[in-house]
């Protein structure tokens, strides 16, 4: 069961990563994975941005653009476009890591 969560874990890290919107690409490779909790029978694996957590909100849900330019969109005012890169690969995650806990043990 361990391995299919390590296997799931480092399935969403790659996802982000992939779809996470591209600058510098310093956001991109900024997503890592850390085992969180870990005993004999449960194991917890953390995905997070390890230097660019600040910006991983604003880019998911978007945020209003108030004197100066958006360093993502480039508006001058208004509200920066939201890139939701995080939410569906968690929702594809929840239903993925059952399955894989299945293969696992079968």
């Known amino acids: 069961m361990k391995a299919a969560v390590k296997k799931t874990?480092?399935?969403?890290?790659?996802e982000i990563s992939a779809n996470a919107p591209k600058r510098t690409g310093k956001y991109r490779k900024s997503?890592?994975?850390?085992?969180?909790?870990?005993?004999?029978?449960?194991?917890e694996m953390?995905?997070?941005?390890?230097?660019?957590?600040?910006?991983?909100?604003?880019?998911?849900?978007?945020?209003?653009?108030?004197?100066?330019?958006?360093?993502?969109?480039?508006?001058?005012y208004g509200n920066a476009n939201a890139y939701p890169h995080i939410a569906p690969v968690e929702d594809w995650a929840k239903s993925e890591l059952p399955q894989e806990v299945e293969r696992e043990l079968s």
């Open 31 to 43: 997503w890592t994975t850390k085992k969180t909790k870990e005993n004999s029978h449960s194991l």
């Open 46 to 76: 953390t995905v997070h941005s390890k230097d660019r957590y600040q910006l991983a909100h604003l880019l998911e849900k978007g945020h209003v653009v108030k004197n100066g330019r958006s360093r993502i969109t480039g508006k001058a």
């Open 9 to 14: 874990a480092t399935e969403v890290k790659k």
